[in-house]
């Protein structure tokens, strides 16, 4: 019987890493429009799920979620996409899962800050690379605040989700079998 429930336990697991990487894939082509650009909503989905999921699975989710979702969109950034918010996904899945166990809702919050830095930066850097002109460096620079606003967007909805509005609870309750 317990070979039955850890059957069960990896079948959930696995579906709900499906399931953030589909709703990651679609996020990656919808952005609210603002003056310079877009803002992308896949950043609240990838810290959501990387709060509350295992580091595999949040890499999964974060970083090939978004790689397909550049793939079908917008190639270029791809595997900047790839590392960048792989990295992210598991930095925070490691925060919220190994540091701080007594206080989750803080080391969660540790791991945001550090998954936006680690997401401000590596795009700033892969814009400048990919490119690699002088003119796609200043555009690198003039799309930092809207990096920025993302970045922070994703860290605080995604956290408020998370704990908040119960997605931890539920999460625990009906996949793990935990009550919390």
Do not use: E
């Not at 953030?20 to 894939?25: G, L, Q, S, V």
């Not at 969660?108 to 830095?117: E, F, K, Q, R």
């Not at 930066?121 to 003039?142: E, H, K, L, N, Q």
Request: hydrophobic share 50%.
């Amino acid at each position: 019987m317990k070979t039955n429930q850890k059957t069960k336990n990896l079948t959930l697991q696995i579906t709900l890493t499906a399931m953030f990487m589909a709703m990651n894939i679609a996020a990656s082509s919808y952005g609210v429009p603002v003056p310079g650009g877009h803002l992308y909503i896949n950043d609240i989905i990838i810290c959501t799920a990387a709060i509350i999921m295992n580091p595999l699975s949040a890499f999964m989710v974060g970083g090939v979620g978004a790689f397909i979702g550049d793939m079908l969109f917008y190639p270029a950034p791809m595997f900047v996409s790839l590392v960048t918010h792989g990295l992210q996904a598991v930095i925070i899945s490691v925060f919220s899962h190994y540091i701080l166990k007594k206080h989750p809702i803080a080391s969660s919050g540790i791991g945001v800050t550090l998954g936006a830095i680690i997401n401000i930066v590596g795009y700033s850097i892969g814009r400048a690379f990919i490119y690699g002109t002088a003119p796609s460096i200043a555009v690198a620079v003039m799309k930092l605040p809207y990096q920025i606003a993302q970045a922070a967007a994703g860290a605080i909805i995604g956290m408020l989700l998370v704990w908040k509005f119960g997605v931890y609870k539920l999460y625990n309750k009906t996949l793990q079998g935990k009550t919390v």
